[in-house]
């Protein structure tokens, strides 16, 4: 079973589309259950879904984390996520509370201060601000780390390396059609120190994913890489699964999420 966390501004939503496209009714955005929302998804919580979702084939949701060890008979779980530069990720974040959430009024100086804006990726990994903690994650599960600024590359390594059954061809979702908040805060000299203060685990991760894992994720796949990537921007429909995505989201609202408390 693939097991995506997904960590917000990094293409994540495109990433749930691919899922949803890819299993169609097979997939479930999980939630945690009843009065749990301080905790991440568990294998509790997943026997939950699986009255539901008999054949299961993928998960992901915002409570998923790199902190959590799922544990089922017979199964193999494949974790995954997508790292971005977290400058650009934290700035990214602001701009869509402002944006998107209408929270017009944001000053960023004070949003910038509360715990939950601050090493966010690192937070989804670990379960915690600690860098150390996230690395022995992705090193004991193993996790697969994508990185959004190569994201084709990216989706060629994670079908051939973890992904086999998974059907590629996207089209972006969610993108900003105007990123100049964002784009001020890091050529602003004093809001983008303010950004590197808050986001310093997520800097060091970011480092170690960059010039550790990832490298080692491209070496595995081999020096057909390259060929491969243009092969795949050349021949991908640019489209989605558009039968799938509607049988995915019409259980997700119709069944799952009125039927988790009964669970």
């Known amino acids: 079973m693939l097991v995506f966390i997904h960590i917000n501004k990094t293409a994540g939503r495109t990433v749930r589309y691919i899922l949803r496209s890819s299993f169609g009714l097979r997939h479930c955005e999980v939630e945690r259950g009843p009065n749990q929302n301080d905790r991440p998804f568990s294998s509790a919580d997943l026997r939950r879904v699986r009255k539901l979702y008999p054949r299961l084939a993928s998960i992901g949701g915002h409570c998923v984390t790199g902190a959590i060890d799922l544990a089922e008979e017979d199964a193999k779980f494949n974790y995954f996520t997508f790292m971005r530069d977290p400058l650009k990720t934290c700035a990214s974040r602001f701009q869509y509370n402002v944006q998107y959430r209408g929270k017009r009024d944001l000053v960023f100086e004070e949003w910038i201060q509360q715990e939950w804006t601050r090493n966010h990726q690192t937070k989804m990994i670990a379960g915690t601000a600690d860098v150390g903690a996230a690395i022995r994650n992705i090193r004991a599960k193993p996790i697969f780390v994508g990185l959004t600024e190569c994201f084709d590359e990216s989706m060629v390594m994670l079908q051939a ?32 120190q303010i950004l590197q203060e808050a986001n310093q685990a997520d800097l060091a991760l970011y ?34 699964n558009r039968w799938n995505l509607t049988l995915s989201r019409l259980k997700q609202f119709a069944v799952y999420k009125p039927l988790l408390r009964l669970l």
């Not at 998974?166 to 809001?191: C, F, G, M, W």
């Not at 081999?222 to 050349?234: C, F, H, I, K, T």
């Open 161 to 192: 390396l973890i992904a086999n059954h998974l059907d590629i061809s996207y089209k972006p979702v969610n993108a900003a059609h105007d990123n100049s908040i964002a784009k001020n805060l890091l050529e602003n000299q004093r809001t983008r």
């Open 207 to 240: 480092h170690f994913v960059t010039h550790e894992v990832y490298p080692a994720f491209q070496q595995t796949y081999g020096p057909q890489l390259a060929a491969d990537v243009v092969r795949y921007r050349q021949t991908q429909r640019h489209e989605f």
